[in-house]
């Protein structure tokens, strides 16, 4: 058995992809042998690429309004529970000031999809942010808009964009999602901004309700044919205020296996060991930098609004000033021999 999975790594490390068959194989007969020689892998490739250099994105949640209603998201319309607030641009603009003295180089604004930031506004915070940092990459993470939205944020200035499509299985997608939101349209969505000129990042929750093997290999499918430079992949936790509230978290384990599988198929991805990674495990996000991960994204949000942006129970950092959390990653990485850099952090050739 252990034979046979590694003949799949390695050939999953020199073609970058496998068939359907053999996805499923891996996902169905992994094993704690098959896993370390994965990881071990997995670290080799993108030590040639990036070293032991960790990028660092900081991460403002500049909105918690939002129109729709994914069953997973306890920022959801529905989710009475939550208090929502939104960022003025000039709060914005003092987390950037905060982030860019403690060394970040990438600002991340990712919000629920709130109609009260139009094109207009967002165009205007893009203009200043980037006036004001000119060295510094914007990335958006604002959900669904059309194209032209896009490409006027394009224009603006943002060169990132993070929309994870969530599920490429559409009958998973169903069971995730009410019915005005669909797989063809997300996708529609990570298509068009990959050709405007987006470095872009689709991604999924691993353990969310009903998801299978057979639907993280159509999540491994997708990745083969968008060919994104970010993936964003982080375990489902349960937030008690959704539909889902009773059903298990994701394990470490499985999304730990499912970074390492993503450096072998893109090994310059951009590749976030997240916060709820973080959440579900104490050491969740070094082990995710030693599955393959290589970025990290600390909150600069301010403080009195942490707490009112819960996507799932128990999320970790809320009571931390942005530089606590940059001094505490700092650490982490730094005590599994890896260094946290001053960096834009693009995606390396
Ligand atoms: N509105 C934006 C940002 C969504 S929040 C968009 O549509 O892209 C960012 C990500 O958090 C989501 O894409 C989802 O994958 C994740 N998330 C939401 N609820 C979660 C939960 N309960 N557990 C883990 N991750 C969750």
Same mark, same amino acid.
């Given at each position: 058995?252990?034979?046979?999975?590694?003949?799949?790594?390695?050939?999953?490390?020199?073609?970058?992809?496998?068939?359907?068959?053999?996805?499923?194989?891996?996902?169905?007969?992994?094993?704690?042998?098959?896993?370390? #020689?994965? !990881?071990?892998?997995?670290?080799?490739?993108?030590?040639?690429?990036?070293?032991?250099?960790?990028?660092?994105?900081?991460?403002?949640?500049?909105?918690?309004?939002?129109?729709?209603?994914?069953?997973?998201?306890?920022?959801?319309?529905?989710?009475?529970?939550?208090?929502?607030?939104? $960022?003025?641009?000039?709060?914005?603009?003092?987390?950037?000031? =905060? &982030?860019?003295?403690?060394?970040?180089? =990438?600002?991340?604004?990712?919000?629920?999809?709130?109609? #009260?930031?139009?094109?207009?506004?967002?165009?205007?915070?893009?203009? @200043?942010?980037? %006036?004001?940092?000119?060295?510094?990459?914007?990335?958006?993470?604002?959900?669904?808009?059309?194209?032209?939205?896009?490409? @006027?944020?394009?224009? @603006?200035?943002?060169?990132?964009?993070?929309?994870?499509?969530?599920?490429?299985?559409?009958?998973?997608?169903?069971?995730?999602?009410?019915?005005?939101?669909?797989?063809?349209?997300?996708?529609?969505?990570?298509?068009?901004?990959?050709?405007?000129?987006?470095?872009?990042?689709?991604? !999924?929750?691993?353990?969310?309700?009903?998801?299978?093997?057979?639907?993280?290999?159509?999540?491994? $499918?997708?990745?083969? %044919?968008?060919?994104?430079?970010?993936?964003?992949?982080?375990?489902?936790?349960?937030?008690?205020?959704?539909?889902?509230?009773?059903?298990?978290?994701?394990?470490?384990?499985?999304?730990?296996? $499912? $970074?390492?599988?993503?450096?072998?198929?893109?090994?310059?991805?951009?590749?976030?060991?997240?916060?709820?990674?973080?959440?579900?495990?104490?050491?969740?996000?070094?082990?995710?930098?030693?599955? &393959?991960?290589?970025?990290?994204?600390?909150?600069?949000?301010?403080?009195?609004?942490?707490?009112? #942006?819960?996507?799932?129970?128990?999320?970790?950092?809320? &009571?931390?000033?942005?530089?606590?959390?940059?001094?505490?990653?700092?650490?982490?990485?730094?005590?599994?021999?890896?260094?946290?850099?001053?960096?834009?952090?693009?995606?390396?050739?």
């Amino acid at each position: 058995m252990n034979n046979e999975l590694k003949k799949l790594i390695g050939k999953l490390e020199a073609d970058r992809k496998l068939s359907r068959e053999e996805y499923l194989f891996l996902l169905n007969n992994r094993n704690p042998e098959s896993t370390e #020689y994965l !990881f071990e892998r997995a670290r080799t490739i993108k030590h040639g690429i990036y070293d032991h250099d960790i990028y660092m994105r900081g991460l403002i949640e500049f909105t918690n309004y939002c129109k729709n209603d994914c069953y997973y998201c306890g920022i959801r319309k529905s989710s009475t529970g939550t208090d929502r607030y939104r $960022l003025t641009k000039e709060q914005i603009l003092e987390c950037c000031a =905060t &982030g860019y003295e403690l060394g970040f180089r =990438t600002f991340v604004l990712q919000g629920g999809e709130d109609p #009260y930031y139009t094109d207009d506004r967002i165009v205007d915070i893009v203009h @200043a942010i980037k %006036e004001n940092y000119p060295d510094c990459a914007i990335t958006l993470s604002a959900g669904e808009k059309d194209r032209e939205s896009y490409q @006027a944020y394009f224009d @603006a200035g943002a060169e990132r964009y993070l929309l994870r499509h969530e599920t490429a299985n559409d009958e998973h997608y169903r069971k995730l999602h009410p019915e005005e939101l669909t797989l063809s349209r997300r996708k529609q969505c990570l298509f068009d901004l990959k050709q405007i000129g987006y470095q872009v990042g689709c991604g !999924f929750m691993v353990g969310s309700p009903y998801q299978t093997n057979e639907c993280l290999v159509d999540d491994l $499918l997708f990745i083969n %044919e968008l060919q994104p430079q970010m993936v964003g992949i982080g375990p489902f936790i349960p937030h008690c205020d959704t539909p889902f509230a009773e059903q298990p978290a994701g394990t470490i384990e499985l999304t730990l296996f $499912l $970074l390492g599988l993503i450096r072998l198929m893109i090994p310059n991805v951009l590749l976030p060991a997240t916060t709820a990674l973080g959440t579900i495990d104490p050491m969740g996000r070094e082990q995710g930098v030693l599955a &393959g991960a290589n970025v990290v994204m600390p909150n600069l949000s301010p403080i009195n609004v942490r707490e009112k #942006y819960m996507l799932y129970d128990n999320k970790i950092c809320t &009571g931390d000033e942005a530089a606590e959390c940059r001094a505490c990653i700092h650490g982490r990485m730094e005590e599994i021999g890896y260094n946290l850099i001053v960096s834009r952090g693009d995606c390396k050739q």
